[in-house]
T-cell receptor
Framework: DGGITQSPKYLFRKEGQNVTLSCEQNLNHDAMYWYRQDPGQGLRLIYYSQIVNDFQKGDIAEGYSVSREKKESFPLTVTSAQKNPTAFYLC????????????FGPGTRLTVT | AQKITQTQPGMFVQEKEAVTLDCTYD???????LFWYKQPSSGEMIFLIYQGSYDEQNATEGRYSLNFQKARKSANLVISASQLGDSAMYFC??????????FGAGTRLTVKP
């Protein structure tokens, strides 16, 4: 079955710690995306990657970092510099950056206390 | 500037009836795509329907149809014969060519038995 996996579903961290969220896809998609969703709001783009070893900042990249060493994987690190890290994080992919449709993973709910 | 506007924070519909979820968008591009996603309480984003700006026919996918009025810049989602499982958040999104996907704030639909 092709799809996008994100693990874990729920993640708890203490303030001041960096945490890395996993995103893996086996759809052979070139483009991958990270979004943040806060309660009662739509999605906001954090980072996206069009190809391996390349990525671009989205609207709210401050306090986050990413890497794209493999086509299948696009991990997101939430650093201690992120002021309000508690949120729901969604990873998505598309065939390429020109494709309109994006496919989403199940999401990771991060709680920082 | 807000690109996607969903004016209904919450909607109620009786089971088996039809419901329309509103979406208006703002763009000066000629080429763009419009999407609707469903987000159940589990959190994953489920793609429902897509409409291209050059498509002359309204998109339909099973019980979902998109009422596309280009001159009014509206892309309302119509769900026919509502089911209890349709209760969820619904997001309208737009992607202009080579740009990021933008999401509305969402509408929470509740289907009453």
């Amino acid at each position: 079955d092709g799809g996008i996996t994100q693990s874990p579903k729920y993640l708890f961290r203490k303030e001041g710690q960096n945490v890395t969220l996993s995103c893996e896809q086996n759809l052979n998609h070139d483009a991958m995306y990270w979004y943040r969703q806060d309660p009662g709001q739509g999605l906001r783009l954090i980072y996206y990657s069009q190809i391996v070893n390349d990525f671009q900042k989205g609207d709210i990249a401050e306090g986050y970092s990413v890497s794209r060493e493999k086509k299948e994987s696009f991990p997101l690190t939430v650093t201690s510099a992120q002021k309000n890290p508690t949120a729901f994080y969604l990873c998505a992919s598309s065939i390429d950056d020109r494709a309109y449709e994006q496919y989403f993973g199940p999401g990771t709910r991060l709680t920082v206390t | 500037a807000q690109k996607i506007t969903q004016t209904q924070p919450g909607m109620f519909v009786q089971e088996k009836e039809a419901v329309t979820l509103d979406c208006t968008y703002d763009t000066s591009d000629q080429s763009y795509g419009l999407f609707w996603y469903k987000q159940p309480s589990s959190g994953e984003m489920i793609f429902l329907i897509y409409q291209g700006s050059y498509d002359e026919q309204n998109a339909t996918e099973g019980r979902y149809s998109l009422n596309f009025q280009k001159a009014r810049k509206s892309a309302n989602l119509v769900i026919s014969a509502s089911q209890l499982g349709d209760s969820a958040m619904y997001f309208c999104a737009m992607r202009e060519a080579y740009n990021d996907m933008r999401f509305g704030a969402g509408t929470r639909l509740t289907v009453k038995p």
